[in-house]
């Protein structure tokens, strides 16, 4: 601690041994400082405010239906990305500001140093921006912050109508394309169901094989009671009728002859007729089915052909008072209808039999290939669901979009206000003189401190005996004192009241100025 104070105080003694030094570089420093200060031009700031209203009725009203956008997050990013160069240069050329300057790098110049020294900054959460430029020309800063307020109003949410446009652009694509996927699985879907008709036909109830191939036995067994049932009352009839005396009728006139003397044959063939129609419905003319069928009806008018022929034969051979006059028996010939209709039942039924047997055959022979093609089917049905939704909601989207560019075209969600309008402040924001004198008499001081130190430093004295040892590395064996006359203490004193002086004045003069700066900010 000792060898600390001992060093403090000899370097405190070179430099007092120093301080003209110091003197002269605090003078030096402090008119520097004070020229660089006065010559510092004042920069006055123009201030505006704005405030941005975010709340709009619509927003509820139109809530489900339209695309809802965040407004105070678009403001935000509004503001921010406002300062660009490219904005700036066009707050240039609005304002006039390149007037007189002709080349291009003191416009680059012109527009960095507007970038530096503008800002826009929000104040709070209320949606209130302030927006301040300074310069030394307090029209100059006036005209630029009012050029920047007019852009950031009438930009506003100006880039939603081109947002709308291109997204409603992207989803007619998307549209378009999904239009074109949805027909190709039309397409696709068709024609499996035109390959597979006959498995798909039966699918299309939304049953599976099992349930269709149960359903087509159950239905084939009624069939076939039904057939028994009829057969044996035909069969009844049958035996009934054998007990009857038959009457022959006369041959009235010939266009009916056919008609009334071969019922049975025309029940058949009314019931084969039925059976073709409903066959042609669901089936094509090549059809096995309706191939057969149709065989079976041409068989049928050939057998009433010759029915009607035979007919008349018989009534061509017997006598003439036969063919003159017969009477009738009621109960054969209502035995006889009976008969023919029960006829044309048994036909009716065992061609729904064989047609239900057929089907099942069917069905049980396509075992293999039934659960393949409803997976497939399926498999089609579902890719053709996904993309219908697809399209579907594609389509919805663009009606929100259309509504929402619709909206955005007619309401405005943010109107934007000017609060205060652009101002010029009449002190200068920019150099605060009465903060800056203090500081730099603090450096004038503190700079002949250091040149005092540094003066001491390179050219160093000896005050002390110890001092003198440490740096000769040999003993010292005694000091003789000086005792100052008159002369030499009227030299110190002198000098001492030079030195105060020096240093009072220094101090003095930045007192004076700022005096004189603090009357002058109260005018």
Same mark, same amino acid.
């Given at each position: 601690?000792?060898?600390?104070?001992?060093?403090?105080?000899?370097?405190?003694?070179?430099?007092?041994?120093?301080?003209?030094?110091?003197?002269?570089?605090?003078?030096?420093?402090?008119?520097?400082? @004070?020229?660089?200060?006065?010559?510092?031009?004042?920069?006055?700031?123009?201030?505006?405010?704005?405030?941005?209203?975010?709340?709009?009725? /619509?927003?509820?009203?139109?809530?489900?239906?339209?695309?809802?956008?965040?407004?105070?997050?678009?403001?935000?990013?509004?503001?921010?990305?406002?300062?660009?160069?490219?904005?700036?240069?066009?707050?240039?050329?609005?304002?006039?500001?390149?007037?007189?300057?002709?080349?291009?790098?003191?416009?680059?110049?012109?527009?960095?140093?507007?970038?530096?020294?503008?800002?826009?900054?929000?104040?709070?959460?209320?949606?209130?921006?302030?927006?301040?430029?300074?310069?030394?020309?307090?029209?100059?800063?006036?005209?630029?912050?009012?050029?920047?307020?007019?852009?950031?109003? !009438?930009?506003?949410?100006?880039?939603?109508?081109?947002?709308?446009?291109?997204?409603?652009?992207?989803?007619?694509?998307?549209?378009?394309?999904?239009?074109?996927?949805?027909?190709?699985?039309?397409?696709?879907?068709?024609?499996?169901?035109?390959?597979?008709?006959?498995?798909?036909?039966?699918?299309?109830?939304?049953?599976?094989?099992?349930?269709?191939?149960?359903?087509?036995? %159950?239905?084939?067994?009624?069939?076939?009671? %039904?057939?028994?049932?009829?057969?044996?009352?035909?069969?009844? $009839?049958?035996?009934? /009728?054998?007990? !009857? %005396?038959?009457?022959?009728?006369?041959?009235?006139?010939?266009?009916?002859?056919?008609?009334?003397?071969?019922?049975?044959?025309?029940?058949?063939?009314?019931?084969?007729?039925?059976?073709?129609?409903?066959? $042609?419905?669901?089936?094509?003319?090549?059809?096995?089915?309706?191939?057969?069928?149709?065989?079976?009806?041409?068989?049928?008018?050939?057998?009433?052909?010759?029915?009607?022929?035979?007919?008349?034969?018989?009534?061509?051979?017997?006598?003439?008072?036969?063919?003159?006059?017969?009477?009738?028996?009621?109960?054969?010939?209502?035995?006889?209808?009976?008969?023919?209709?029960? %006829?044309?039942?048994?036909?009716?039924?065992?061609?729904?039999?064989? !047609?239900?047997?057929?089907?099942?055959?069917?069905?049980?022979?396509?075992?293999?290939?039934?659960?393949?093609?409803?997976?497939?089917?399926?498999?089609?049905?579902?890719?053709? !669901?996904?993309?219908?939704?697809?399209?579907?909601?594609?389509?919805?989207?663009?009606?929100?979009?259309?509504?929402?560019?619709?909206?955005?075209?007619?309401?405005?969600?943010?109107?934007?206000?000017?609060?205060?309008?652009?101002?010029? *402040?009449?002190?200068?924001?920019?150099?605060?003189?009465?903060?800056?004198?203090?500081?730099?008499?603090?450096? @004038?001081?503190?700079?002949?401190?250091?040149?005092?130190?540094?003066?001491?430093?390179?050219?160093?004295?000896?005050?002390?005996?110890? *001092?003198?040892?440490?740096? @000769?590395?040999?003993?010292?064996?005694?000091?003789?004192?000086?005792?100052?006359?008159?002369?030499?203490?009227?030299?110190?004193?002198?000098?001492?009241?030079?030195?105060?002086?020096?240093?009072?004045?220094?101090?003095?003069?930045?007192?004076?100025? $700022?005096?004189?700066?603090? $009357? @002058?900010?109260?005018?």
């Amino acid at each position: 601690m000792d060898d600390i104070i001992r060093q403090a105080l000899d370097i405190l003694r070179g430099m007092w041994h120093r301080r003209w030094i110091g003197v002269a570089a605090a003078w030096a420093t402090a008119i520097i400082g @004070a020229v660089v200060l006065a010559k510092i031009p004042d920069r006055f700031e123009a201030s505006a405010r704005v405030y941005v209203d975010t709340s709009s009725i /619509l927003a509820p009203l139109l809530a489900g239906l339209t695309v809802q956008p965040d407004i105070d997050q678009q403001v935000g990013m509004l503001a921010r990305t406002l300062l660009t160069r490219p904005n700036i240069e066009k707050l240039v050329r609005g304002a006039d500001l390149d007037a007189g300057i002709a080349s291009p790098a003191a416009k680059d110049q012109l527009v960095d140093k507007i970038m530096k020294q503008l800002r826009l900054s929000a104040a709070g959460r209320d949606n209130v921006y302030n927006v301040s430029f300074a310069d030394t020309d307090k029209e100059h800063a006036s005209r630029i912050v009012q050029a920047l307020v007019s852009m950031f109003v !009438e930009s506003g949410l100006g880039n939603k109508r081109r947002d709308t446009e291109s997204t409603r652009r992207f989803i007619n694509d998307q549209i378009r394309a999904y239009e074109k996927r949805l027909e190709e699985a039309e397409n696709r879907l068709k024609e499996f169901r035109l390959r597979n008709m006959a498995i798909t036909s039966s699918a299309a109830g939304g049953q599976d094989y099992v349930t269709r191939t149960a359903a087509a036995a %159950e239905e084939l067994s009624r069939a076939q009671v %039904e057939l028994r049932v009829a057969e044996q009352s035909r069969d009844a $009839l049958k035996r009934e /009728l054998a007990g !009857e %005396e038959p009457i022959l009728l006369p041959d009235l006139t010939p266009s009916l002859s056919s008609a009334a003397l071969s019922p049975e044959l025309d029940a058949r063939i009314d019931t084969q007729k039925r059976l073709l129609d409903e066959l $042609l419905r669901r089936y094509t003319d090549e059809h096995p089915d309706v191939s057969a069928t149709r065989r079976m009806i041409a068989s049928l008018e050939a057998q009433k052909q010759q029915a009607a022929e035979a007919r008349r034969q018989a009534l061509a051979a017997a006598p003439p008072s036969t063919r003159a006059s017969a009477a009738t028996n009621p109960v054969f010939q209502q035995i006889r209808i009976s008969l023919t209709e029960s %006829e044309a039942n048994v036909a009716a039924l065992r061609a729904r039999v064989g !047609e239900l047997q057929a089907r099942l055959d069917a069905l049980r022979a396509s075992v293999n290939r039934v659960p393949q093609v409803e997976a497939e089917l399926s498999q089609l049905n579902r890719d053709y !669901e996904v993309v219908r939704q697809s399209y579907e909601q594609m389509v919805a989207r663009r009606e929100s979009a259309t509504l929402t560019g619709e909206v955005d075209e007619s309401a405005n969600l943010a109107e934007f206000r000017i609060i205060e309008p652009p101002r010029v *402040s009449d002190k200068p924001v920019f150099p605060n003189r009465m903060a800056m004198v203090p500081l730099v008499l603090l450096m @004038a001081l503190a700079a002949g401190g250091a040149a005092a130190f540094l003066a001491s430093q390179l050219f160093p004295t000896i005050h002390t005996t110890r *001092s003198l040892r440490e740096v @000769a590395q040999r003993p010292v064996l005694g000091s003789l004192s000086l005792r100052p006359n008159d002369a030499m203490i009227k030299q110190q004193r002198r000098s001492m009241i030079g030195f105060s002086s020096s240093v009072a004045g220094l101090v003095g003069a930045y007192g004076a100025w $700022l005096v004189w700066l603090a $009357l @002058a900010s109260r005018t």
